[in-house]
């Protein structure tokens, strides 16, 4: 049995990187870029005005406040000169470029206007380019803006359209297949009979991986003494880069998993990591490369080891570098377990710290929607000012 931090350094240090492929932008949204975003212009590529009003030159309101409005400047045309007689404003929108000669914008909340004529409020203080959003001043030309390794989101996109880079590189998305086991599940639709429960896990882990960005190609049950076992696991292998298993990994009689991985060919990375929930998970190396995550079948094990490793791993994989670690404080006293790490289901208060919401055992899972994430907790007689935080998705 080897500790947590051990067993989450061999699943990220093992997670087969994945490829790139080219992604239009409108489906770029929730992928890892795999490439730099540069500007092609400077950002804004014009003085652009910020207020609807009128642009003038700043030294014509000390001859005084009535100006005649000679132009219109909407949004989308381009920049027209104001004339040098005295007196003279045009017509701006907001989004249009400032005219040629003019460096001052008044609001329109700021004048009255007749017809062609406008006056200035007395009392408006007019301050030189206020109201203008500079050329060039969020990015020039050639600035790296997104950089390789970014988690695609609003921002990001909005930026890339900017730039005109309709297709993206991208991390491929990874082919993964979600497996619970056990005789004892029957599908969510079925009634089932006092000794059965419905599968809940796979579905579990599989909305968790479509929240994360990496929708499961297949998702289903495995029996636990089923003579097509073995050839299902063989298809597993075959059309899959991940594999999510929870149940029959512990060291029970009908707990196959770790036999049968091994007679696959599946090279064992960890089994048996010392933490709770979860005591049980293993990691194991497919003949192709492939990462096999075995987790415990109850729920809270198999839901917590998903966030634990196989998330920040994905992450990984991407091309994302290691998650960044929150680190929370508790204001009660949390004694961690001898020799064991702890995953801790917590509450988030508004201020940052956290309390203690633990289930009442691992096959509790009603028990979660209780917390919003858990800590992790060191063993107990290693010092922790603060604790990881990792929220449920």
């Known amino acids: 049995m080897i500790t947590f931090h051990e067993a989450f350094d061999l699943v990220l240090g093992n997670a087969p990187y994945l490829a790139a492929e080219n992604c239009r932008l409108e489906s770029a949204a929730g992928r890892v870029l795999r490439q730099d975003i540069s500007a092609d212009r400077d950002f804004p590529p014009f003085d652009r005005v910020m207020m609807d009003g009128y642009a003038l030159r700043l030294e014509d309101l000390k001859s005084g406040r009535g100006f005649t409005i000679v132009a219109s400047a909407p949004a989308g045309a381009p920049a027209v000169p104001l004339p040098d007689t005295g007196g003279a404003c045009i017509e701006v929108m907001t989004g249009a470029p400032l005219p040629h000669g003019a460096d001052c914008i008044v609001p329109v909340e700021e004048t009255e206007r007749h017809g062609d004529a406008v006056r200035i409020s007395s009392d408006y203080d007019a301050v030189p380019r206020r109201f203008v959003h500079p050329l060039g001043s969020d990015a020039k030309k050639g600035d790296s803006l997104v950089k390789n390794g970014t988690l695609l989101g609003s921002r990001e996109i909005g930026v890339a359209a900017s730039c005109g880079a309709a297709w993206l590189e991208v991390s491929r998305l990874p082919k993964i297949s979600v497996a619970a086991t ?212």
């Open 182 to 393: 056990g005789d004892e599940l029957v599908a969510v639709d079925e009634a089932p009979a006092p000794h059965q429960i419905r599968q809940s896990n796979a579905h579990a882990i599989s909305a968790a991986l479509i929240r994360a960005g990496y929708p499961a190609m297949s998702s289903g049950c495995i029996r636990d003494d089923d003579e097509t076992t073995e050839s299902q696991f063989r298809t597993l292998l075959g059309e899959s880069d991940w594999i999510i298993l929870t149940g029959a990994v512990s060291k029970g009689a009908r707990d196959f998993v770790p036999e049968l991985l091994d007679s696959l060919g599946c090279r064992k990375l960890f089994h048996g990591v010392a933490q709770r929930p979860g005591k049980p998970a293993g990691c194991w190396l497919g003949p192709a490369g492939q990462m096999i995550m075995a987790l415990p079948g109850n729920p809270v094990s198999a839901i917590t080891g998903l966030h634990a490793f196989v998330l920040p791993a994905l992450a990984v994989a991407s091309g994302m570098e290691r998650p960044k670690t929150r680190l929370v404080t508790t204001e009660e006293n949390v004694h961690g377990l001898p020799g064991m790490t702890w995953h801790l289901p917590v509450t988030l208060a508004a201020d940052g710290k956290v309390t203690p919401a633990p289930t009442g055992n691992s096959g509790d899972f009603i028990g979660l929607l209780r917390s919003d994430g858990f800590i992790t907790i060191p063993p107990r007689g290693e010092f922790a000012a603060a604790y990881r935080y990792t929220p449920w998705i």
